[in-house]
């Protein structure tokens, strides 16, 4: 079942946005494009994907945090 929760951004609480969820709208907090994360000395615009020091998992730069995968690398020494 969708959910309308709002029609215009004037329907939600303070800074709030009105947002289609796919299946309706709903009230939604924006998130700052304008936000950064910097990882290991450099700078990401927020939403970017990059690699992790480990050179096996990536990272994202998600509402100025990193967020990075966490699979086991297999390192084959020969």
Known sequence: MCVEACFSDQDCASDH???????????????DSGLT????????NNEDRFNSSDGCNT???????????KVACLHIVG
């Open 59 to 69: 990272c994202d730069c998600s509402n100025g945090m990193v967020v990075c995968t």
């Open 17 to 31: 946005k009105c947002c289609s969820s796919g299946c309706g709208h709903t009230c939604q907090i924006p998130v």
């Open 37 to 44: 994360c910097t990882y290991h000395g450099v700078t990401y």
